[in-house]
């Protein structure tokens, strides 16, 4: 249980960074938090000769708000996250997947850049930013690219991210009046437990109370965070009802894709995703109609 | 090879030599000694390594130390206040004073992370609600305690009022966990004993001071570790170990051919384990190899380096299976794998079903549980110079040790001096001689330097040891009245490859249960049965929470097939006061029917069972109870969806096994005589020594009893200081070393409160009774009118009763009393009387010892097992909620009622029984160590293997009702063990009142919840 020999290297410019992964790759990867990858390391489930801090680089710190919209910095942790005025007073959805992520310590250290570029299937922020039409920003020596997150992911612990790009921002765009999300997980324990199943839910309400657009994400029940079309096209176009929110959750629990594991087998997570589905819709539903 | 890097520890700032890939942890373990912070298992799951950076709580564990330069890291150390001031406050922070008085220290394992991380809290937060509480120590495990008087210490230090306990405050009743002795106001006859001490390493653990095996570095030290099979079931056909040797920084690799042929084991009959594999490997990690190096990274390295080449051989996992004609064979000696076939029969109960009004058959499976203490097991061997064996080891019973390495090493046990340092945690995990000890000796001896081994959090999982999982099946006769008539019980216990314990598991898992209700006719079929996985143990409770729980919910099945109420059943079936069991056990003191009076009263449990209609299992819809808390869980629980239960289970367990575990007298048991067994001990269990200081103002007591946590030291100095006649602050203990404290068994079978306090009482009324005759003549008196109390001795007033009365303590320093009506109120100082024996006879010392009562048992096969002086008895209340959309079970409330005899410190019986419900009720829904088809385990860290956190732990009251055990010292018995016999039954039956279905197969998960519900 010990991190086998391995190069430091701490960048303190996005530059240094891209020149150190490009000379090394695929014998590198980038550390941020490292609350996964140094686990990761450790019982050998990753083996690398390097690895490229980007702990120093200040730029990639800190939540900003501008015009509604929120940009979070890649090495914000997530208790910043978390702490930020402007998530408390107005994104209460991120706070669902911040607060029942892991525990304190963990919180403290790790990243929102590496919870969403680790991509691993059941990680909390993934599901609820794509929910929320977020996109991340890829830095490279090249340029910056968006990417909208639902394109990010392509499979288990696999981005389209090359070796050289750096994700810098996580971007969320400003909510319009009648949106609302809501972020709904199971676990087997209440403290410091990862998610067996996971739905996030971002609905728009129009002026009439009707769901002009509904998006439905389903987190640790498919390879990536999996938005699933054919749930939200259930609910376009209709009032959110109890009964609209069954079929969208029918929808959902056909597309998930999930294993079976020590956690629980494919049948139990799929009953679950039509739970969370009803249940995070509720909720989002009730944040829609919030006056703001 | 390590850059020099300048960390800032606790203001200090250290230039060290750091590797790239080193981790904070390890430099502050490893290079600066600053051991106060804890590995408990490497990977961010358990909180033990928690540090602050910046003043933020982060687990060390996962921080490159590389990375750490520039920031201010305080650890356990940093925290002190620079104040001094009296003993009791000197050097701990508001905090760790509240951690000391709240009795949030157990085995202190946990402890210095927790302290952080409380910390961080409240300095971000200094008025903290509960939940933000809990929330923010949700990242650290807690194996001891069940996290109450944790969330008592906080709560306590709420603000800045932090209010601060004097050492003795036997009043202090914390919210939720309140006494219920039934002393009716009236004051114990004791100054120590009954009284609510704060624990006597309570500072040290806070601090971070105590030092665990793990945590101690002797120079020239050298570091050891173990390669284990990677696959069930082989056999070795080849074992190169030239790469590993030659690796730089490795000293000395030994395999199976370097160990001696001894087997060893547990049981004596059953030795089938040897230290390294000589041919065959049984098990995923059966160790086949070890290596020493310069460090454990090294070490570590070099386990990698070693080639075996294995024959593949088919495994078994299912003991259901593996009893099968052809199924492969663990050991040849094994037929069909049959370890041990337990056969008793008592009374007829094929007669009684007959005759029986309600008959029912039940099949019931248990889970795989692992004890998983906080702290990792551990060793340190080193060799004295005139071949003298010193082991530091990390284990409940130093003697067992003592004696297993002398078999298997030949030699006599008076040259193994065994040392225990603080243990974080056993729960009979650490109950028997691991490979460690064997591995770091022969090592230490081949290499001519100390050799310390510890196994990371995996390889516990491997080394295993845990609960048995037994398969239940059952069948209950009562009559009209539900009084029981006849039971028969066949249980399977997966044993896994080894026996350990074993034997006695099997036969604990029927002799404990005609201990609880009067069952006039009882047929016990047990089969211990091998397979292909790490070998299960002792694991408290041994061998009887799984047929406990089993036995319970079947007779609340029956409870209510009769329309009986569950604790009205219980009424009528429970055991009375002196009786002799159907299988000879006999049963002294017994307060059952008060237990279950007590917590039916508290618990509401008239009003909030009964409303279920025809007492079937039945909850109600919805809000049940206006007096229930709001639990409004966000989203995991719309409310309509959520459904209340309630739920009884009892239970409870021997204070000592009757008998020593190897037969025959303290001896090398090569040249041991074959001899029959005796009903009697051949030497006393536990044997104490009193020192008196040459001033006569301290008392060192020596007994070998191990403190592991569950707070021995301390409740056996309260038991001397009372036999003595002085206040607990003059009495220190040292129970760490065979060399200095003889011999106690340890802490295994609850033993430790009835036979050591009984040989630590009897040793200090040996000293006062050395002293009588200096005070006879200095008071006047006749020598048996001596009494000793509060540090002084005084003539025993004959008043009335004949009991004796202190005159009123008014501090005359003459010595004369205050009042001169006559010689009666005369004492003379305990220290004066002391050096004047010492001025005549040189050291003042006494010696007291105790053996278990001759002839306890029957005379069948199997009939020492279950024997003991005294067994304790206890009923609990779960209530919960259950999630019928998820199958998410929390649980709410506990009500508790113990007798446990006397409570020698009530603070550390709730502490027991806390604890014991939270390892209790976890077990009952989330612990299972989980194998897949080829026996490698899929969980084997504290992510996979889930206990319960802060967040998951219900609100406890912890009661205890008025007992007198005489066969115990000061009427006390045991309440480790037993108060985790009642926990899982409790559980299960609230799961079925609050869904309508019972599920008889742990753990009750959410999934099994679902399907049982979905196929009602």
Redesign the interface.
């Known amino acids: ?8 290297h ?1 960048a303190t410019t996005l530059e240094e960074a891209a020149a150190l992964m490009n000379r090394y790759a695929p014998d590198a990867r980038l ?1 941020a938090g ?2 996964d990858l ?2 990761d ?3 050998g489930r990753v083996s690398v000769g390097h ?1 490229v ?1 980007i ?1 120093r680089i200040a730029a990639l710190r800190g939540v900003s708000a501008a015009d509604g919209s929120l940009r979070i910095g890649a090495l914000t942790t997530i ?1 910043q996250l978390d702490r930020a005025p402007i998530v408390q007073q107005r994104f209460p959805s991120l706070l ?1 997947a911040t ?1 029942q992520m ?5 919180r ?2 790790a990243t929102v850049g590496g919870n969403i570029a680790s991509a691993v299937p059941c990680a909390d922020l993934p599901p609820i930013l794509t929910a929320m039409n977020a996109s991340v920003v890829l830095w490279s020596p090249k340029g910056e690219r968006a990417v909208p997150l639902e394109t990010f992911f392509v499979g288990a612990r696999q981005t389209v991210r090359s070796d050289d790009e750096v994700l810098t921002t996580a971007l969320v765009p400003k909510m319009p009046p009648g949106f609302g999300a ?5 676990a ?7 998610a067996v199943a996971a739905v996030a839910a971002g609905l728009l309400l129009d002026g009439s109370n009707m769901v002009r657009d509904a998006r439905i994400v389903l987190g640790a029940v498919a390879p990536i965070p999996k938005l699933v079309e054919s749930a939200g096209a259930e609910l376009v176009d209709q009032p959110p009802t109890d009964n609209a929110f069954h079929r969208a959750a029918d929808a959902a629990m056909r597309a998930a894709e999930p294993i079976s ?2 956690r ?2 494919a049948d ?1 997570r799929r ?2 995703v039509g ?2 589905t009803r ?2 819709l ?2 989002a539903c009730r944040r829609a109609k919030e006056p703001r | 090879m390590g850059v020099a890097r300048t960390l800032t520890i606790n203001g200090d700032a250290y230039t060290v030599a750091v590797e790239p890939a080193e981790t904070l942890l390890d430099v502050l373990r490893d290079k600066l000694h600053l051991t106060g912070t804890k590995k408990g298992c490497n990977a961010g799951d358990c909180g033990a390594c928690t540090v602050l950076v910046d003043g933020e709580a982060m687990n060390s564990c996962l921080l490159l130390a590389t990375e750490m330069e520039g920031k201010a890291i305080t650890t356990i150390e940093g925290l002190a206040c620079a104040t001094g001031g009296d003993a009791d406050a000197a050097q701990l922070t508001p905090l760790q004073k509240a951690f000391v008085h709240e009795g949030a220290i157990q085995c202190g394992y946990c402890t210095p992370g927790v302290v952080m991380a409380a910390t961080a809290l409240l300095n971000r937060n200094p008025n903290p609600t509960t939940d933000e509480i809990k929330e923010a120590l949700a990242g650290n495990l807690c194996r001891c305690t069940g996290y109450a008087g944790i969330l008592r210490a906080v709560q306590r230090c709420k603000s800045s009022s932090c209010r601060v306990g004097t050492a003795h405050q036997s009043g202090h009743q914390p919210a939720g966990a309140a006494s219920a002795n039934q002393h009716g106001g009236q004051c114990p006859p004791y100054n120590s004993v009954g009284v609510s001490i704060p624990r006597v390493d309570a500072a040290d653990k806070v601090t971070g001071r105590a030092q665990y095996t793990a945590d101690i570095h002797l120079p020239n030290m050298i570091h050891g570790k173990i390669l284990g099979s990677p696959i069930a079931h082989g056999r070795i056909k080849r074992i190169d170990v030239s790469q590993a040797k030659a690796l730089p920084g490795v000293v000395a690799v030994v395999t199976g051919a370097d160990v001696p042929d001894t087997l060893y084991g547990v049981s004596p009959a059953r030795y089938d384990e040897h230290v390294l594999a000589k041919d065959k490997v049984r098990h995923v990690g059966d160790p086949v190899a070890a290596v020493a190096a310069i460090d454990e990274r090294t070490a570590e390295k070099a386990l990698g380096l070693i080639e075996v080449e294995y024959e593949e051989l088919p495994a078994v996992f299912d003991p259901l299976h593996a009893v099968a004609e052809g199924a492969p064979q663990l050991h040849e000696r094994y037929k069909r794998n049959i370890n041990t076939h337990v056969d008793q029969s008592f009374g007829d109960v094929e007669k009684w079903f007959a005759e029986s009004h309600c008959v029912r058959e039940e099949t019931f499976t248990g889970n795989h549980v692992y004890q998983s203490p906080l702290e990792p097991h551990a060793s340190i061997a080193t060799w004295d110079p005139d071949g003298t064996l010193v082991l530091y080891s990390s284990t409940q019973v130093p003697h067992y040790v003592q004696y297993m390495m002398a078999h298997v090493l030949h030699l006599p046990l008076g040259k193994i001096r065994v040392i225990r340092p603080a243990v974080g945690g056993g729960f009979g995990g650490k109950a028997a001689t691991t490979p460690l000890d064997l591995c770091a000796a022969i090592l230490s001896r081949k290499t001519g330097r100390p050799v310390k081994m510890v196994y990371s959090r995996e390889e516990m999982f491997h080394y295993g040891r845990g609960r048995h999982k037994q398969y239940m099946k059952y069948k209950l006769g009562v009559d009209r009245q539900g009084k029981i008539k006849a039971f028969k019980s066949e249980i399977y216990l997966d044993g896994g490859a080894y026996t350990s314990f074993g034997v006695v598991t099997a036969y604990y898992a029927g002799s404990m249960m005609p201990t609880l209700y009067h069952i006039p006719n009882f047929k016990y079929d047990g089969y211990r049965v091998m397979t292909n996985k790490p070998a299960c143990g002792a694991m408290r409770g041994h061998g009887v929470p799984q047929p406990r729980f089993a036995f319970e919910c079947l007779l609340n099945m029956v409870a209510d097939d009769l329309g009986i109420d569950p604790i009205e059943i219980r009424r009528r079936n429970a055991m009375t006061p002196n009786t002799r069991t159907v299988n000879d056990l006999d049963i002294g003191s017994c307060e059952f029917r008060a237990t279950l009076d007590g917590a039916e009263e508290k618990s509401g449990w008239n009003e909030k069972y009964r409303r279920a209609a025809g007492f079937s299992p039945r909850g109600d819809a919805g809000d049940q109870g206006a007096s229930q808390d709001e639990t409004g869980r966000g989203l995991q629980s719309a409310r309509g969806n959520v459904r209340r239960g309630i739920g009884v289970g009892c239970g409870g367990f021997v204070s000592g096994a009757g008998y020593c575990i190897y037969r025959g007298q303290v001896q090398l048991s090569h040249e041991k005589p074959q001899e029959h067994f005796q009903k009697r001990s051949i030497f006393p269990h536990a044997n104490a020594i009193v020192k008196i200081s040459e001033d006569g103002m301290a008392a060192v007591l020596l007994i070998g009893a191990a403190e592991i946590g569950q707070g021995s030291d301390t409740v056996l100095t309260q038991m001397c200081a009372e036999s003595l006649g002085i206040p607990v602050s003059r009495l220190r203990i040292r129970s760490e070393d065979s060399d200095i404290s003889p011999l106690d068994l340890g802490a295994y079978s609850s033993r430790v409160t009835l036979m050591a306090g009984h040989a630590v009482s009897r040793a200090g009324a040996a000293v006062v009774d050395k002293m009588r005759p200096y005070a006879a003549r200095m008071l006047g008196c006749d020598e048996s009118e001596v009494v000793a109390r509060d540090g002084k001795l005084f003539v025993r007033q004959k008043q009335g009763s004949g009991t004796f009365l202190p005159p009123a303590a008014d501090g005359d320093a003459a010595g004369t009393g205050g009042d001169k009506k006559g010689p009666d109120p005369f004492f003379c100082p305990w220290e004066e009387v002391a050096r004047q024996y010492f001025n005549d006879n040189g050291p003042l010392v006494g010696t007291g010892c105790y053996k278990p009562p001759e002839g306890l048992g029957g005379d069948y096969k199997g009939a020492t097992v279950g024997t003991s002086p005294a067994y304790s008895f206890g009923t609990s209340v779960c209530e919960l909620s259950v999630d019928l959309e998820t199958g998410k079970v929390k649980i709410e409330r506990f009500t508790d009622y113990h007798d446990c005899g006397t409570a020698i410190n009530p603070r550390a019986v709730h502490g027991q029984v806390e604890g014991a419900i939270v390892m209790g009720a976890g077990e009952t829904i989330m612990e299972d160590v989980q194998f897949d088809e080829r026996g490698q385990i899929l969980n084997p860290n504290l992510h996979g293997y889930l206990m319960m956190t802060i967040k998951d732990a219900p609100e406890i009251f912890s009661g205890i009702v008025d007992s007198y055990e005489p066969r115990g010292p000061f009427g006390a018995k045991e309440i480790g063990e037993g108060s985790t016999l009642p926990v899982l039954g409790a559980v299960a039956h609230a799961i079925a009142n609050a869904t309508g279905v019972w599920i008889k197969d742990l753990p009750i998960t959410p999934e099994k919840i679902l399907n049982a519900i979905r196929e009602k």
């Open positions: 249980m010990y991190i086998p020999d391995v190069e430091l701490e550390l490292g609350t140094l686990v390391l450790k019982t690895l801090s702990k208790t669902e607060r892991a525990a304190p310590q963990i403290n250290v809501a972020y709904a997980r199971f087997l324990r209440d403290g410091n437990a990862i594991d020590l629980g087998s139990f009953e679950l739970v969370l249940r995070a509720t909720s």
